[in-house]
């Protein structure tokens, strides 16, 4: 049996940290003294992290808008260029962020564009499929009046796909959100991301619960206004079916 050998000029320093169970599960004194000691500091990036999120799904939002409706003006490009979309997804986008930090810096720059990327296809999926679904009756209803083809997308087929397009927002604030958590572990200078990785470093437990409260708390505000937002305009839509 071969056992690997070592240089006895150099010491080797092993360390053995001893962790109580109950370490891992601080008390709710503990991380309530912790986030107003640190409030300022918690509250500086997260709003950064919020910031980049909240930037990336409405850009991503806006290009699911501009390109779903030029697939629905022009329907017989749909087929060849959906492939081409998804190739968003099928790369691992934790590989090519480095890359997008070579090109643009470790700023806001390539934290957007990751959390852009991740968060644009789930929408434009679950968009443009629901602009096929507006009612036959209602588009030549629109015809019959003298409607062009892009009076009907954006007078017929747009307002009555607007709940299906909160619906998506939900899963695209989630996933830029991932996203912008994502990019920030790659570049960390500021961010729950970067809070995340000193914790972990230094074995921070109270501070990594409170970075993941933060973020799921986050989210879970953004998911209930959302679908607030998507049964309000359901019920609109529902007064003119």
Known sequence: MLLPKFNSKFPVDCRVVEMNIFQLFPSPKEVIKLIIERHDYFLYHWSSTFLVALAAAIFALMFTLAISFFLARFPLLRKPLAPLISVSQSFPLQAIAPLFIVLFGSGYLPKFIVATLISFFPMFASYSESLQ??????????????????????DIKFPYSLPQLAASSKVGFTLASLGAVVAEFISP?????????????NFDIPTIYICTGLLAAQGIVVYWLLSILEVNLAQRRSIYE
């Open 189 to 201: 200078d500021k961010g729950m991301g970067y809070v995340l990785l000193v914790a972990q470093s």
């Open 133 to 154: 679904t507006v009612p036959q009756r209602l588009i030549n209803y629109a015809s019959i009046c003298g409607a062009t083809k892009w009076q009907v997308i954006l």
